[in-house]
């Protein structure tokens, strides 16, 4: 059964089966009850569909190509139909002129979710991106007019990005940094997670607003907790077991990844719990360190990749488990004690009620 048979319309490519996953998945990384499930996915299936404007400016494509590219369920197809896509430069059918026209219509109507994808150059007066004879930051502020509210898909977006690194010799910015009036949110990575951006969709369309964010500008719901709090190497690393370096046993064994240059101790998002791609991989566990993606100047701050980050309290050497079998010991001698106290003055009572006979 498709989903227009079971909720009344869109998109017929989407099983209801992978529609309630979706709305589940979204609802499970969004922090809610499963109870919200079935409102999240009435608001997704509300046939009046949010109209959003998609740019690019200094980036890859590489998130676009992610979220075209996921599937299990096929998060590209639901995504697509949560929202009216009236604007996207790489989707688009139309070039030149009739593409210029296609943007400015949906401008006029306004009250769009506007996605950016990709840095906004600013020095020189923004010459190093333009597109139809305007600069980047032209486009951004014309298009940030007339739009309820800004999603920043991507690092470039969210803080710059690589353009940005030092020296950063575009005057590269992130939306924020040039849009001050109106409300953004920043789905950083490099690229995001697209079920990072379907569970802001999602929000925004059940509850009519962004959700919480932290001081980057972050849903917390998909940045508020560090990759190291979840990673599934953290009993290792607590365990003070590593891989000293790339394929040697440590590295075969599955150890922490920190003396190699993973960058999960500074580093917030879900990657751990919600992976990529339908084999469900995340860097980390196929044997990368984390680089630190969703981390405003990660370029800067995080390089070299493969070099461990200063500061990284590393466990003295013992270890959780050490440590408990030292406290195991320490009951035991304990528990010895405490049996040979008992054994004792048993042994003091029956002596003493047998003098007692005697007499």
């Given at each position: ?6 909720l009344g ?11 309630l996953r ?37 980036e ?46 949906a ?56 353009q940005a ?15 001050k ?38 849903p917390?719901f998909?940045y508020g ?22 394929g ?22 879900n990657c751990?719990?919600?992976r ?19 981390e ?15 500061n ?11 440590s ?10 304990v ?19 047998g ?5």
């Amino acid at each position: 059964m498709n989903r227009s048979l079971f909720l009344g319309g869109i998109p017929k490519t989407v099983s209801r089966r992978g529609f309630l996953r979706a709305c589940a998945i979204a609802t499970a990384a969004m922090g809610l009850p499963m109870e919200m499930v079935p409102k999240v996915a009435q608001a997704a299936s509300d046939p009046k569909r949010p109209s959003v404007v998609w740019l690019h400016f200094q980036e890859c494509t590489g998130c676009s190509e992610s979220l075209l590219r996921a599937s299990h369920p096929d998060l590209a197809s639901l995504i697509l139909n949560l929202i009216s896509l009236d604007y996207h430069e790489t989707l688009s059918a139309a070039a030149g002129k009739q593409a210029e026209e296609n943007l400015e219509k949906a401008i006029e109507r306004g009250n769009y979710v506007l996605v950016v994808e990709g840095g906004i150059p600013l020095k020189d007066g923004g010459v190093y991106c333009k597109i139809g004879g305007k600069t980047a930051v032209e486009i951004l502020k014309r298009a940030a007019e007339k739009a309820a509210a800004i999603i920043a898909i991507g690092t470039c977006a969210a803080y710059g990005g690589v353009q940005a690194a030092k020296p950063n010799p575009t005057g590269a910015v992130g939306v924020s940094e040039v849009i001050k009036d109106k409300p953004i949110i920043n789905v950083p990575g490099c690229p995001p997670n697209p079920h990072n951006f379907l569970s802001t969709v999602l929000y925004y369309l059940t509850f009519k607003k962004l959700p919480p964010t932290d001081k980057f500008g972050r849903p917390l719901f998909a940045y508020g907790r560090k990759v190291h709090d979840h990673c599934e190497r953290r009993p290792h690393f607590d365990e003070g077991r590593f891989a000293e370096r790339f394929g040697d046993v440590g590295h075969r064994l599955g150890f922490c990844l920190y003396k190699v240059g993973c960058k999960g101790p500074e580093t917030y998002s879900n990657c751990p719990v919600i992976r990529f791609n339908d084999v469900e991989v995340w860097p980390v566990s196929v044997g990368n360190g984390c680089y630190g993606c969703t981390e405003p100047n990660f370029w800067d701050t995080m390089t070299p990749f493969h070099k461990r980050l200063p500061n990284v309290k590393i466990p003295g050497g013992k270890g959780i488990q050490a440590s408990a079998t030292e406290i195991g010991k320490a009951a035991l001698g304990v528990t010895a004690a405490a049996v040979a106290i008992h054994a004792g003055v048993g042994i003091a009572k029956r002596l003493a009620t047998g003098s007692k006979s005697e007499e």
